[in-house]
């Protein structure tokens, strides 16, 4: 009996999704450029994903996939929910695949907001992520507004760098870091 390589086949559609996007642009994605880019026919597309809204929505879910990777090393490392939030992306370093990989997802995720849209499962899968990430720095700390501020610092230092913008003198930073965190220590018990 043989199986069918699902998983590696859905990988790759989201692959050729997210380098059309990155390539080309939303006007070019349809379904029929993004299977021919992963070398499956339209159909095999439609067995994982059932519109362009799901397939768009399946790309927002891997970014969400991906990040929470990187999360769960960051927090096996000692690290809490919030310092792994408000850490810059390093998509120069060589050994973080991972890191690659979520900095290449997140472009192509900006990429589906090109243009005028209407999707609705790709407007939930975002409201998800993003809830999960709030949620979880609300549960790190007990004024909700510290909460929403690194949320919202982490995510405008985030979109610098995407959009290659020069970033805070590290030295600032970790202090920003440090006011933010109000010596706080995250993740325990309060």
């Known amino acids: 009996m043989t ?7 859905r990988d790759r559609i989201l692959d050729a999704l997210e380098s059309l996007l990155l390539d080309k642009g939303m006007s070019q994605v349809t379904l029929e450029s993004v299977a021919a880019g992963a070398g499956v026919s339209k159909g095999g597309l ?13 790309l927002i879910r ?3 996939e991906r990040a929470d990777q990187q999360l769960n090393h960051a927090v096996a490392a000692g690290r809490s929910l919030a310092e792994w939030y408000l850490q810059a992306p390093q998509p120069d370093d060589a050994d973080e695949a991972l890191e690659l990989a979520v900095h290449r997802s997140m472009l192509a995720a900006m990429r589906t ?12 899968a975002l409201d998800e992520v993003m809830a999960k990430w709030q949620a979880g720095l609300d549960s790190e700390f007990a004024d909700p507004v510290q ?19 020069p970033q805070v003198a590290p030295e600032l930073y970790r202090r920003v870091v440090a006011r933010l965190l109000d010596g706080t220590r995250p993740g325990l018990p309060r």
């Open 62 to 64: 891997r970014l969400g």
């Open 46 to 58: 439609l067995y994982h994903f059932k519109s362009k809204d799901a397939l768009l929505a399946g």
């Open 147 to 165: 909460a929403q501020l690194v949320g919202l610092v982490g995510d405008g230092v985030y979109l610098r760098a995407l959009l290659g913008l």
């Open 113 to 124: 907001l090109d243009g005028p849209q209407d999707f609705d499962e790709t407007d939930r």
């Open 3 to 9: 199986t069918r390589d699902t998983g590696g086949t």
